[in-house]
């Protein structure tokens, strides 16, 4: 063995370090009393108190729930079904429809924010909750069926074998092996869904309605025009549902890692 | 269908691989039971996938009505208006932006990757959360830290007053520097993951033979290692290359007006000038340009292999 290098080692934590630093002084400065957010003037909660009080955010955020909910559980839907049934069905052109599936998160977003703005006002689908909706299941689709398709071929074909032998019919395999083995990929695709369409801003900027603000929309307004430490705080509380959400798929991860390994033992 | 399972089993056919090929062969009715799991993503592909694309290869070739919204009429004029001096300059700027963004990101992004797959399995791991946690974060939260160092009199210009190397505010925020360390900043996640991937898979022992057949460390790693992660190091500037064209927000909002890419021209062609058509040409052409790159990539990861090697 050759001496180890220091070197790689210094470089991985230097550059690490520069990752949080954006991050963490949007934390710092959120409990900063000051409005400024260089001049360090004590500690203060005025900041979260301001956010709770503020009705137009408070909507915005619900709205982004709601949105994310409802996209990554119509896209865990839709996406777990076709992976499912796509290699039993025998239909042309069955490989170009997969492949023009995962094309939302292929071509740039803004491309994706552009078509959407004009074939939503042609075909009147109204502007708001609905087209937010659509457009954000049209992205959440493609991680939910690459997941769920990936953690298929791991899967035993000798189990829904069995169960047909002992009289098991397509819908108890689905329901009582295939989906139970399947579900730590679907549940960690949700929550990837999830992150993805609570923090999108340029399909949302495009489909959104007058009246209806996501977070992120009204973050990026703020940003525009000016902003107040209001904002750092609700970047905080965003930034410690990430970590939230992180561990809810490692742990989602780990289980799908130690189901795999007992199936080899 | 119990009894049909049933009858399945009782005759077991030998040499016949899986139940998987078998279904097909079954009575229509299983069949189309199967064709329903699959029909949900059909008709969301065609009426929201499909039918928007093509809508905007349409729409490219329709003429812009005198007021509001479009004329049923053919016409090249919108491809014809990109070459216009303004519009062009736009496009080679964005693609200057893109070239030195995925240069940059490849220049810090690779090293990170690389020499995180040499690490044990246990910092691997460490790693690896270390950087999902910033990736995962809001991308506005972390535009909005970078607000907080560039600005006037921001964090960036506190340190270099107090260290005495500057004496007056730089003023980095709406700057094309600004621009540029925002785009790097978001982009250089997709390079570290695509590079440590196939760093992860290359075997080391190659290197360390390399390295007892006499070669310098460099020469080692230019003969072995960088020959074997570039699939990872290609696959990583087409993540870059790409986003980094239509991300408009972040020149919007670190640029201010300054910094004008194709993105910020199709959100102000769709947004404020209304001129759909148009906007729907430029996304024509940005989307030729993406395939164009995904398809090169393709190929040259294609032809070069473990081959080239030996």
């Known amino acids: ?265 | 269908m119990k009894p049909e399972a049933l009858a399945k089993t009782g005759e077991p056919r030998p040499g016949e691989p899986t139940s998987r090929e078998e279904g097909a062969r079954k009575p229509t009715k299983r069949r189309d039971a199967m064709v329903l799991s699959v029909l949900p993503l059909y008709v969301f592909t065609f009426l929201f996938v499909i039918g928007p694309l093509v809508y905007m290869l349409v729409l490219s070739f329709l003429r812009r009505a005198e007021v509001w919204g479009v004329t049923l009429e053919f016409t090249f004029e919108n491809y014809a208006n990109i070459l216009k001096p303004v519009y062009l300059k736009t496009f080679l700027e964005s693609l200057k932006l893109a070239c030195l963004t995925t240069l940059l990101v490849a220049l810090f992004g690779y090293p990170f990757g690389y020499f995180m797959a040499r690490q044990n399995a246990a910092w691997k791991r460490r790693i690896m959360v270390l950087l999902m946690i910033p990736f995962w974060t809001s991308s506005l939260v972390r535009l909005y830290g970078w607000i907080i160092i560039f600005r006037a009199n921001g964090v960036l210009d506190g340190l270099l007053m107090a260290l005495n190397i500057t004496n007056a505010p730089l003023k980095v925020l709406y700057t094309y520097a600004a621009v540029v360390v925002g785009m790097v900043y978001a982009l250089v996640p997709f390079m570290i993951f695509a590079v440590y991937s196939s760093a992860e898979k290359l075997d080391w022992q190659l290197v360390e033979a390399a390295r007892d057949l006499g070669a310098t460390p460099f020469q080692a790693f230019w003969t072995v290692s960088f020959k074997l992660t570039l699939p990872g190091l290609l696959s990583g500037i087409v993540l870059t290359f790409i986003p980094s064209m239509g991300l408009f927000f972040i020149a919007d909002i670190l640029g201010g007006n300054k910094v004008v890419l194709v993105g910020n021209l199709i959100q102000e062609q769709l947004m404020k000038a209304r001129n759909w058509p148009f906007a729907a040409a430029l996304s024509v052409v940005l989307l030729t340009l993406t395939s164009i790159m995904i398809a090169l990539y393709r190929k040259i990861s294609g032809v070069k292999d473990l081959e080239g090697l030996v």
């Open chain 1, 1 to 265: 063995m050759r001496k180890k290098a220091r070197f790689p080692g210094i470089y991985l934590g230097i550059i690490l370090a520069l990752m949080y630093v954006p991050i963490l002084l949007v934390i710092i400065y959120s409990f900063n009393e000051s409005r400024i957010n260089s001049v360090w003037s004590g500690f203060s909660l005025r900041w979260y108190r301001d956010l709770f009080r503020d009705k137009d955010m408070l909507e915005a955020l619900i709205n982004s729930l709601v949105l994310a909910t409802v996209s990554s559980l119509s896209a865990a839907v839709i996406g777990t079904l076709a992976a499912v049934g796509m290699p039993r069905v025998k239909l042309r052109g069955k490989s170009v429809v997969e492949y023009i599936s995962t094309l939302p998160i292929m071509i740039p977003e803004i491309i994706l924010g552009m078509v959407f703005l004009v074939y939503f006002s042609l075909i009147r689908l109204p502007f708001g909750m609905i087209t937010l909706t659509v457009a954000h299941t049209s992205f959440c689709i493609p991680y939910i069926y690459m997941l769920v398709k990936a953690r298929l071929v791991g899967i035993d074909k000798s189990y829904a074998e069995a169960a047909k032998d002992l009289g098991a019919n397509e819908w108890n395999v689905f329901w009582d092996i295939t989906l139970p083995l399947i579900l730590p990929a679907i549940a960690s695709g949700v929550l990837l869904s999830f992150a993805m369409s609570l923090d999108d801003v340029v399909i949302s900027v495009f489909v959104t309605g007058v009246n209806t603000n996501t977070l992120p929309i009204r973050i990026y307004t703020q940003l525009k025009t000016g902003v107040t430490p209001k904002v750092n705080a609700l970047s905080t509380l965003m930034f410690a549902a990430t970590l939230l959400i992180i561990m809810l798929s490692t742990w989602f991860g780990r289980k799908t890692t130690l189901s795999v390994k007992r199936r080899n033992t």
